[in-house]
């Protein structure tokens, strides 16, 4: 069971989430992959503590995944700086960058609801349900 996150929590790692995507955004990063992929920062978790912060990203199609998480991580020191300086935590959090594969699974969710026997078997459930009506 995914546990409740503070308001706290929310608050701060929404802050994160837009102190790194401006730095993305602005070119602010070493790697020429990163200033040229399209990315998304979907979500940051941020632990209890605020000493931790998961960092949740997609680029655009899944292009170039794997280096653009390799390149953010080789400049997370760069991300902690921006953090400390413009957010004034007692703590300036450790980032981790993830993929975020929500859109991965929502979309074998919808493959699974328009399989044929998938389709099948919810319109025989939604026929019992009516006859016992």
């Known amino acids: 069971m995914a546990q409740k996150l503070s308001n706290r ?3 701060v790692g929404q802050e994160v989430r837009r102190v790194i995507a401006e730095a993305i955004e602005q070119g602010n990063v070493r790697s020429q992959e990163v200033s040229s992929a399209f990315i998304t920062i979907t979500n940051v978790i941020m632990s209890p503590d605020l ?8 680029t655009l199609n899944g292009k170039n995944l794997g280096t653009v998480l390799e390149q953010l991580s080789a400049d997370k ?4 700086k921006l953090i400390a300086d413009k957010l004034k935590l007692r703590f300036t959090p450790e980032i981790n960058f993830r993929v975020d594969d929500t ?3 929502a979309e074998r969710i919808n493959r ?7 389709a099948a078997d919810i319109a025989k459930k939604d026929e019992e349900t009516k006859s016992e009506e």
């Not at 000493?51 to 997609?58: G, H």
């Not at 020191?77 to 902690?80: I, N, Q, R, S, V």
């Not at 699974?112 to 998938?118: E, R, T």
Request: no cysteine.
């Open 103 to 105: 859109f991965e699974e």
């Open 51 to 58: 000493k931790y912060a998961t960092v949740y990203l997609m």
């Open 9 to 11: 929590q929310l608050r």
């Open 77 to 80: 020191w760069l991300f902690k």
């Open 112 to 118: 699974l609801m328009h399989n044929p026997i998938v």
